[in-house]
């Protein structure tokens, strides 16, 4: 089994910083993709960026420029650099690693329970 964990939501102000963390912990033998989604209230969930092995990155339009995503493979961790915030910004952050392969050699996806952000305007 594996555990995705999140970190490091919070309310900020406009214009202001936060940073994401999540760590995959458990039976893990690799790592592909690990992405971020967020919800909005009474929205439906959108992918907000996404890092492969290699560190090549892919960012939604709405934060391409403000958010930056990066992992440490060592630490099974993937971050969420997010700048300049807005008040639409404002959702509850998830990870996400569609393929993670067990020491079996088995794959699944994992979701983590996700954190809020706050954006105050």
Known sequence: ???????????????????????????????????????APGKQREWVASIVNGGRTNYADSVKGRFTISRDNAKNTVYLQMNSLKPEDTAVYYCNAPWVV????????????????????
């Not at 999140?6 to 993709?33: T, Y």
């Not at 067990?102 to 305007?121: A, F, M, P």
């Open 102 to 121: 067990d020491e079996v050699g088995r794959g699944s996806d994992y979701w983590g329970k996700g954190t809020l952000v706050t954006v105050s305007s």
């Open 1 to 39: 089994q594996v555990q995705l964990v999140e970190s490091g939501g919070g309310l900020v102000q406009a214009g202001g910083s936060l940073r994401l963390s999540c760590v995959a912990s458990g039976n893990i033998f690799s790592i592909d993709v690990m992405g971020w989604y967020r919800q």
